[in-house]
Structure formats: structure tokens, C-alpha cells
């Protein structure tokens, strides 16, 4: 089975690029992140028309989170038990499903700003509570394959940026985020595709602004988590996608997972 996790950045904007990618690219499974619709404005039926089921979890026009599926799409879940809140409002972060064997969760990590910004406190309490919840899942099924997929807003190597000197200071690279990402680890949750991609100079994701994608200036901070009952074959990122006009300003990010 093939599973994908892609910030799609406007599910709305981009619906015939992510329809007509999934249609080539032979993607069971498609974790969505950053649709920026609310449940009433996204493409489902573009999804429906080329075969896939979908759900999404958005409630205006920031974040946003969906699956689609072509091997089924059970027991769906929208947020985790004790994700927290960001002044007060329960932003639309995580939506998990079963699908084809495998419970996939596409995963929006708050980005956390500036290191004194009050995001960047709640985006390492989103993590601490993902870590609990992720652990809960584990206590209750650890024979089932469990995905965590999408956009983690954390480099957690510093290859995985292309120039530290200019992270230095800034969110994505501080060591308070490298270490709840690794707690994941810890946990027994590998990434599932850096072995199949690695080395200095594979990123997930160039801004827009100066030139950053011809430039191969990039950051790799969408990950593909999974636990050590996932069996995965084989990885790679998507940067054609990247490439040309109306393009997400990250790349898909493929695994394949073999089912039992």
C-alpha cells in the first residue's frame, strides 16, 4: 500500500494539481494538511470522481486537515484525546482514520512563530499531548501499523535546513522541538522515509520569497512517523511537484507499506 502525506497549502486553490498527481502517482492513501476551507467548501467530490473517500476536519480558512482513501476509511477521529487549545479555540490540527490496515493520522503541528511568540508554547504543548495520545495508541494496539504523517513544522537534523547560520535563532530547528520530536523515537516511532532519502539537501519544503526553490534552499519538516508494526518497503519526496506554476510550496512525501 502506498501512503502520502502532502501540505497541499489551499486544498481549494490546488484541487486539480493534487487530483491529477494522485491519479499518476498510484497513492492509496493521501494525508492533507493546511486546506484552508471550512468542511462545507472542500473538494470532496473532485476526490469521489477519481475514486477515493474522503474526510476533512477545517473550520476557516487556516489549517485544515484530510485523508483520502481508496482502500477504505473507518473509525475516523477528529483531533486526539487532550490535543490543546490555542487561545481558546481548538484549531483543526489531526484527523486520524483507519484505512487499508494502517491508522493514518495527517498531522498539522503548529508552527510556533518566534521563539518568545505564545504559539511556539502552545506548539510544544500540542506535541507533549500527541506524544501522550501516540503512546496510549501504542499501549492499546501495539500490533497494529500506525502512521503519523504530515507537516511537523520540525527540521530535526541540522542538514535538514539548508543554512543553520540562518536558523539560528528561530523556530523548526530549537532544541526544545528537536527534543519532543525525539521523543517519538523514543517511543519506538521511526521515520519512515530518511532511509530511503538520505543526506545533506533533501527538504520538504522552499518559501516562495527569494528564490528559495531554485536555489535548493529548502527544509525537510514534513515526516512520516510510523511504529515498528508499520513494514515499509520504500520512500521518496515528490520535488517535481514543487516545480511550476500554482505549485504547494511543499512536496509530497510517499512511503510504501507492506499489509499483512
Known amino acids: 500500500m502506498r501512503i502520502a502525506t502532502w501540505n497541499v497549502n489551499s486544498a481549494r486553490a490546488r484541487i486539480d494539481r493534487i487530483t491529477s498527481w494522485l491519479s499518476r502517482s498510484d497513492v492509496d492513501v493521501l494525508a492533507i494538511q493546511e486546506t484552508k476551507c471550512r468542511d462545507d467548501q472542500f473538494p470532496a467530490l473532485a476526490f469521489e470522481e477519481i ?6 476536519h477545517g473550520t476557516n480558512q487556516w ?7 481508496r482502500v477504505g476509511l ?5 483531533g486526539f484525546p487532550g490535543q490543546p487549545a490555542f487561545r481558546d479555540q481548538l484549531e483543526p490540527r489531526a484527523i486520524g482514520a483507519d484505512c487499508g490496515g494502517v491508522t493514518v493520522w495527517s498531522l498539522y503541528v503548529p508552527n510556533g512563530r518566534t521563539l518568545d511568540d505564545p504559539h511556539y508554547e502552545y506548539k510544544l504543548r500540542w506535541l507533549d499531548a500527541l506524544w501522550d495520545a501516540s503512546a496510549s495508541w501504542l499501549d492499546a494496539s501495539a500490533d497494529r501499523p500506525l502512521a503519523l504523517v504530515g507537516d511537523w513544522n520540525i527540521a530535526p537534523l541540522d542538514e535538514d535546513v539548508w543554512d543553520m547560520a540562518v536558523f539560528g535563532n528561530s ?7 528537536r527534543k519532543a520530536y525525539q521523543r517519538f523515537a523514543d517511543l519506538g516511532f521511526s521515520d519512515a522515509v530518511r532511509p530511503f532519502t538520505p543526506g545533506p539537501g533533501v527538504y520538504t519544503y522552499w518559501d516562495y520569497t527569494q528564490l528559495r526553490f531554485p536555489r535548493r534552499e529548502g527544509m525537510r519538516i514534513d515526516h512520516m512517523l510510523v511504529s515498528s508494526a508499520t513494514h515499509v518497503t520504500g520512500g521518496r519526496i515528490d520535488r517535481d511537484e514543487r516545480k511550476g506554476k500554482g505549485a504547494s510550496d511543499h512536496a509530497p512525501v510517499i512511503m510504501d507499506v507492506a499489509v499483512q
Open 63 to 69: 489549517n485544515g486537515v484530510a485523508i483520502a482513501s
Open 171 to 177: 523556530t523548526h530547528v530549537s532544541d526544545p522541538e
Open 74 to 78: 473507518s473509525r475516523l477521529q477528529i
Open 51 to 56: 475514486g477515493y473517500e474522503v474526510a476533512h
